[in-house]
């Protein structure tokens, strides 16, 4: 699976969009785009992912670029309960996939009142 | 749906003590894991099932093992506890395929003093 670079933190004012960027310049053309997030040492929480086109649904949006080298998402209209790690994964689709996901560091969003 | 459900929540260990966490899900899923999520760190895979009777190991395997004898269940034996096990530790499961969201557990706090 291919590595994902993320800045280590970022701040967010409350009420504003969040773009958490990332990066994964060797991503292969079967590998999808996921984000997770963490809220307080709570069990990771599936945010969204995508493989090519941008995603949206009721939590945030994915934007993938044309050349699917890097990601951001977006939270439109972040709340004091979006302060979490956010952790961005590529991992490879298929029908066997064994389901392994390979966890780095992750961005730090705070928000902030 | 009770999802992804651990148990204990908490555990304390003296070392050499040996001990199983309990992983249980309701939801079908073929796949299921173990996480261990040192202070400060992102997640780490120990152990993944695929299926009853089939399981693998994962980035840091030493020092555990695993079983998977139903659906449903996906427990995690520490056979000597070390302090280097003190961590949290976290189930997930999901349905095979590359393109399928993970659901975690709560997790469990061990200590091995």
């Known amino acids: 699976d291919a590595k994902t670079t993320q800045p280590t933190s970022m701040d967010c004012a409350e009420g504003r969009a969040a773009n958490l960027p990332c990066n994964h310049s060797?991503?292969?053309?079967?590998?999808?785009v996921y984000w997770y997030r963490q809220i307080h040492s709570q069990g990771p929480q599936y945010i969204i992912h995508?493989?090519?086109n941008n995603e949206t649904n009721e939590m945030a949006s994915l934007i993938i670029t044309e050349d699917r080298k890097s990601s951001t998402l977006i939270l439109p209209h972040a709340t004091l309960r979006d302060t979490a790690v956010y952790y961005c994964?590529?991992?490879?689709?298929?029908?066997?996939?064994?389901?392994?996901?390979?966890f780095g560091q992750g961005t730090t969003l705070q928000v902030k009142p | 749906n009770a999802g992804v459900t651990q148990t204990p929540k908490f555990q304390v260990l003296k070392t050499g003590q040996s001990m199983t966490l309990q992983c249980a899900q309701d939801?079908?899923?073929?796949?299921m894991s173990w996480y261990r999520q040192d202070p400060g760190m992102g997640l780490r895979l120990i152990h993944y099932?695929?299926?009853?009777?089939?399981?693998d190991q994962g980035e840091v395997p030493n020092g555990y093992n695993v079983s998977r004898s139903t659906t449903e269940d996906f427990p995690l034996r520490l056979l000597s506890a070390a302090p280097s096990q003190t961590s949290v530790y976290f189930c997930?499961?999901?349905?095979?395929?590359?393109?399928?969201?993970?659901?975690f557990g709560p997790g469990t706090r061990l200590t091995v003093t």
């Open positions: 939801m079908n899923h073929e796949y």
């Open positions: 995508g493989l090519k």
């Open positions: 060797t991503i292969s053309g079967n590998e999808y």
């Open positions: 994964i590529v991992r490879v689709s298929t029908s066997s996939n064994t389901g392994k996901l390979i």
């Open positions: 997930a499961s999901s349905y095979l395929g590359g393109s399928y969201e993970q659901y």
């Open positions: 099932s695929v299926g009853a009777g089939i399981t």
